[in-house]
């Protein structure tokens, strides 16, 4: 069961017992048992569908935890695609990076050049 059903037999239960409330004096006893035990059953329904409710809770939590505790994925290798590529060394100031695949072991060295005069990037000067 889920919450709707949870908060929908509550309902139920709370709208017998305003009806139960409501009986006059003059009502038989037996009468007043079989609401009662309407209220029972409503209530009993509610307590499982929460119940049933609290245990889907305590997963998504648990699933939540798994989630956002691991480390982010790391980019795909280019080697066997595995997403586990980790940079491992850096030099130069941030323009080498070696980056090594957890799975395959495979390495690959990045180089950052930064644009300047005589560089693919640069701008034309203006004359």
């Given at each position: 069961m889920d919450f709707a059903s949870a908060l929908t037999a509550l309902s139920n239960a709370m709208t017998l017992a305003k009806a139960l409330r409501g009986i006059q004096k003059d009502y038989d006893i037996a009468a007043v048992r079989v609401q009662m035990a309407?209220?029972?059953d409503?209530?009993?329904d509610a307590r499982i569908a929460l119940a049933d409710a609290k245990s889907v809770i305590v997963e998504r939590e648990q699933q939540i935890k798994e989630l956002e505790g691991?480390?982010?994925p790391g980019d795909p290798c280019p080697y066997c695609g595995a997403r586990a590529m980790r940079m491992t060394r850096q030099a130069m100031n941030?323009?080498?990076?070696?980056?090594?695949?957890?799975?395959?072991t495979?390495?690959?060295?990045v180089r950052h050049d930064l644009p300047g005069p005589g560089r693919s990037d640069a701008k034309p000067r203006l004359r």
């Open positions: 309407e209220i029972y409503a209530l009993a691991g480390p982010v941030g323009q080498w990076e070696t980056w090594t695949c957890g799975e395959c495979q390495t690959k060295d």
